[in-house]
């Protein structure tokens, strides 16, 4: 089933499952969005029109008819915050190749940046990987990766094995639509994908041994899907965050995938470089970290300058 042949009911039900896994969305926020979300899903269908295939005019038309409906502006400012919410989803999921609400302003509201991390806070999120009491060298190498790539969470956990052999210096990463992209890999991540590997292959030659089949993915899993579940790894940088003194408030995969771009944005690098590694579609889905940075260097300079600090005086 693909996206666009799946129901939209079963989007939103796929959606709510992430948002109650990885932010710990309380009962009755799941229904708020439950409820908004299907009343947009009733709009499009009377449209003609779906999830997979909305655009900016049709959410903007939707947003219209609220209004003509005298809903208030905080509702309406829910409303499109349900939908820009279950769109990044998607977008992150790769069911689909853009973002059509990104660049809508609700009633009120101003867009929502994402949340990134301080270098020292990863640092500290490395070593507790690193420091695992279990699968030590798996958890080392999924979270170099992850910071060394900015691969979204699902491509990191479905990469074939066959993707890491030979001591690659590039990852071939099959992202949304089944595009494919290539992404440097730092020295650190090539060393903890080679530690990984002996180990994994060895446990491969044991199940091998007793007869099991061995697994296509790097990350193998004996679950139904084949390897590590995006659910099992949102639980494993959660550990990693209480282990190293990070609030695990602010970490997500989706924080490290953040880290990636805002670091190499502060260090230099060129934003359509950071567009192709991220296999971003649009570059003002890239653009976002501009204005992280802008808002981090902004709080820096009121923190420790001598003259804002004597203003606050």
């Not at 809903?71 to 829910?78: E, I, N, W």
């Not at 970290?289 to 001598?306: F, G, I, M, Q, S």
């Amino acid at each position: 089933m693909t996206a666009e042949t799946m129901p939209m009911t079963r989007w939103i039900q796929t959606f709510l499952e992430a948002q109650a896994a990885e932010l710990d969305s309380a009962t009755n926020t799941q229904l708020a969005y439950a409820r908004d979300l299907q009343g947009f899903a009733d709009w499009l269908t009377g449209k003609g029109q779906h999830f997979s295939t909305a655009t900016r005019d049709h959410i903007e038309g939707y947003l219209i008819d609220c209004a003509a409906e005298g809903l208030a502006k905080s509702t309406r400012a829910r409303r499109l915050s349900a939908i820009k919410q279950i769109y990044r989803f998607a977008f992150e999921e790769g069911w689909r190749d853009d973002n059509p609400a990104i660049q809508i302003k609700g009633p009120g509201r101003t867009q929502s940046l994402p949340k990134t991390l301080e270098i020292a806070e990863v640092d500290r999120l490395l070593e507790a990987a690193r420091n695992s009491k279990t699968e030590s060298l798996r958890n080392t190498c999924l979270m170099e990766l992850l910071y060394a790539t900015g691969m979204r969470v699902t491509e990191l956990v479905s990469l074939p094995v066959s993707s890491a052999r030979g001591d690659p210096q590039m990852l071939l990463v099959r992202g949304k639509g089944g595009k494919e992209r290539l992404v440097p890999l730092s020295p650190p991540a090539r060393a903890a994908l080679a530690a990984y590997l002996t180990h994994r292959d060895k446990a491969e030659d044991t199940a091998r041994a007793a007869g099991q089949a061995p697994s296509k993915f790097l990350f193998p899993s004996r679950g139904k899907a084949g390897h590590l579940t995006r659910h099992r790894f949102f639980g494993l940088i959660k550990e990693f965050a209480r282990d190293g003194g990070v609030s695990p408030d602010k970490v997500t995969p989706h924080t490290l995938r953040h880290a990636f771009a805002t670091h190499l944005l502060a260090g230099g690098a060129d934003l359509r470089a950071i567009q192709m590694m991220l296999g971003h579609a649009d570059l003002a889905t890239t653009e976002i970290y501009t204005h992280v940075l802008d808002e981090r260097l902004k709080a820096l300079v009121l923190d420790h300058h001598p003259l804002a600090k004597s203003h606050k005086a």
